[in-house]
């Protein structure tokens, strides 16, 4: 059996990336996240990427490139990201997440990231564009 597939965002506006505080399940509550979720039958990473981003933050953006890699998550599901820009909108914490922030140069490590996102994050920082 394949392993199902999360996508997530390394969503870069101005210079900053944004990170995602999850609200649920309580045991990922209150770590900090690259926003996404899950593929689904039919939608490539980049269309649910785009997808996932809208009904959890209320945001359009357009995937800029896959970071290289893939994260064992729980058993049976992985995490691919990818850099995406903001395009239009205020990310807002709809649903999965309770407070975001944008991160500059730097300031990676301000907030409690979950575990199997730290090598996307720090790949992201990394490649965080010039404001
Ligand atoms: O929104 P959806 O139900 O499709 O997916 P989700 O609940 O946001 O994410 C599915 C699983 O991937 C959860 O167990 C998340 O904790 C995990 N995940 C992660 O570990 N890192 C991310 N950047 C995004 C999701």
Do not use: C, F
């Amino acid at each position: 059996m394949n392993d199902r597939v999360v996508v997530a965002g390394a969503v870069y506006d101005r210079g900053r990336l944004l990170a995602a505080r999850r609200s649920a399940p309580p045991e990922l509550a209150g770590r900090w996240e690259l926003p996404g979720g899950k593929l689904e039958p039919g939608e490539s990473g980049e269309q649910a990427l785009v997808r996932e981003l809208r009904e959890e933050l209320g945001v359009e953006t357009e995937p800029l490139e896959r970071i290289p890699g893939e994260w064992p998550l729980k058993p049976g599901y992985v995490l691919r990201v990818w850099t995406a820009r903001l395009v239009s909108g205020v990310p807002a914490p709809l649903q999965d997440h309770d407070e975001l922030r944008w991160l500059g140069p730097g300031e990676s490590d301000a907030v409690d990231w979950l575990d199997q996102d730290l090598p996307a994050v720090a790949e992201a920082m990394r490649r965080l564009p010039d404001g």
